[in-house]
């Protein structure tokens, strides 16, 4: 069967693969120049910017990809484990997070005596949740509720603690503020408040803390590399700078589609896009959902990145979290009101500290991104230079020492360059929020109800956003494939 996929970001690439695998005649179409999707990387003047991830979270599912095909992740790139993992820089603290399970409880227990204890049985709990929800649940397509119709589906309900919070969670284990902080910083990308995401989102903690951070040398990049070169090892043929314009359909199939007026054959389509755009190649009724329906999703937040060159080091780990502000009203600006923040948190990524390779030699390579609300657009050139002020002047007092004056390359990401780059549904950089009521079922399908040839993958589809769900996401739909096609090979009676 010849099956399209539309975007080569990684739940198209993991698509792409497992189709590949099954012995489909599979294309990639990619609306820019190179694979990635949003995992994309650019070269400037002797750097290597990765433009999207930068952690390298549950390496286990990432393995798990490579595993199915045969190979390991050595054979494509060297795996180097963070340590700290992360620093938190807090308005009169700095918490380096360490590596070892040990001195993470001895630091915890220095902060707040008897939180040793505390932590262990918070990881054991969200070990259960990360093996349950992420190696488990995470899996199913989430098209019918009989896939959670099991014998042990409510005992498994209330060990995932659905019905809790991440604020009342961490809260009940751990007084500090400072430690709340830290527990709760793993959720602050899932596009709400803790007291509104679920408590099952702990695996993330267990995913932080006890299978750690980890860098691939050379780059985030090493991942789409590595899946690109298993593509075409597989025989995936790639066709970038093709912008799908329309899809064709007829009778309930899509029968091509459309680039420049031309009709590509296609017997099946997947779309690894951004699920809002992807659903408006099609005409109006063949949609799953109108704009209503999507006027009332609550997005995670988007972001504004600026990439930075400096000639000479700088005092950083890593991974740095710069929470020297009110936590509480940033977030709120999130997820409440959807406003600027006036004194935004922003984390810092310094590859160049780990890789020499990234950074001309003595210089650092630096990411720094600002989260914001989805949907913002007026004044965003005007506000960014003030963002960037702002976030330099605070990094120069923590690090105590000068930056701007050596600032030699610098390029600024914004909403409107993930609306042009990605089209991107309300400049969205992280998808759906990770509510309740967006989680699985809530969540958009990834099968057309209307068009029976067609189904979706990536970070507004199920499981979700983040790496790992991607290749996840990938693997699902591939699987789904299978499935119809099993059904459209039987013989009728």
């Not at 780990?354 to 989805?374: C, K, M, R, Y």
Request: charge should be negative; include cysteine; aromatic fraction near 12%.
């Amino acid at each position: 069967m010849n099956v399209s996929v539309i975007g080569s970001g990684i739940s198209g690439l993991a698509a792409a693969c497992y189709l590949a695998k099954q012995g489909h005649t599979v294309s990639v179409f990619e609306k820019n120049s190179t694979a990635g999707g949003r995992a994309r990387q650019f070269r400037e003047e002797g750097f290597v910017f990765d433009m999207g991830p930068s952690w390298y979270w549950m390496p286990d599912i990432i393995a798990s990809f490579f595993q199915d095909f045969g190979h390991e992740v050595s054979d494509y790139y060297e795996l180097q484990r963070l340590d700290p993992s992360y620093t938190i820089i807090f308005d009169d603290m700095e918490l380096p997070v360490p590596a070892d399970m040990t001195e993470l409880e001895n630091l915890f227990e220095s902060i707040e005596p008897g939180s040793k204890q505390k932590l262990r049985q918070f990881m054991q709990n969200a070990a259960v949740k990360y093996e349950m929800g992420l190696k488990k649940y995470a899996t199913f397509p989430s098209l019918s509720v009989m896939e959670y119709v099991q014998p042990d589906i409510f005992k498994a309900l209330m060990r995932l603690d659905l019905l809790s919070n991440m604020d009342t969670h961490v809260n009940k284990y751990f007084k500090n503020p400072y430690l709340q902080k830290l527990m709760k910083f793993p959720v602050l990308f899932l596009g709400a408040m803790p007291d509104k995401i679920p408590a099952m989102y702990s695996l993330m903690n267990y995913a932080d803390a006890s299978l750690g951070t980890w860098y691939p040398k050379g780059g985030m990049y090493n991942i789409i590399e590595a899946q690109y070169k298993l593509a075409k090892e597989l025989g995936v043929s790639f066709y970038f700078d093709h912008d799908i314009n329309e899809l064709h359909v007829e009778e309930r199939h899509v029968k091509g589609l459309k680039v420049n007026n031309k009709i590509i054959h296609s017997d099946f389509v997947i779309a690894s896009g951004d699920y809002h755009y992807m659903e408006q190649l099609l005409p109006a009724h063949l949609r799953n959902y109108n704009e209503a329906y999507w006027s009332k999703r609550q997005m995670a937040p988007t972001c504004l990145i600026f990439y930075l060159g400096i000639n000479k080091k700088l005092p950083l780990t890593h991974h740095t979290l710069f929470f020297d502000s009110d936590f509480n009203a940033h977030a709120r600006s999130l997820y409440d009101k959807e406003e600027w923040p006036k004194e935004p948190m922003f984390y810092v990524c310094a590859p160049s500290v780990t890789d020499p390779s990234v950074a001309p030699e003595g210089h650092e390579n630096l990411f720094v991104l600002i989260p914001l609300a989805s949907g913002l657009e007026e004044g965003i050139e005007e506000i960014a230079s003030f963002y960037f002020e702002n976030v330099i002047r605070r990094m120069e007092t923590r690090l105590q020492t000068d930056i701007m004056s050596h600032i030699c390359y610098q390029k600024k990401y914004s909403i409107k360059d993930f609306k042009d780059d990605y089209h991107a549904f309300k400049g969205n950089a992280y998808g759906l929020a990770n509510t309740l009521g967006q989680t699985a079922f809530g969540k958009p399908s990834l099968k057309n109800r209307k068009v029976d040839n067609m189904l979706y993958c990536g970070q507004l589809s199920v499981p979700g956003p983040g790496v790992p769900p991607a290749l996840l996401s990938g693997k699902i739909v591939a699987d789904q494939v299978a499935r119809y096609l099993s059904k459209t090979s039987s013989p009728k009676i």
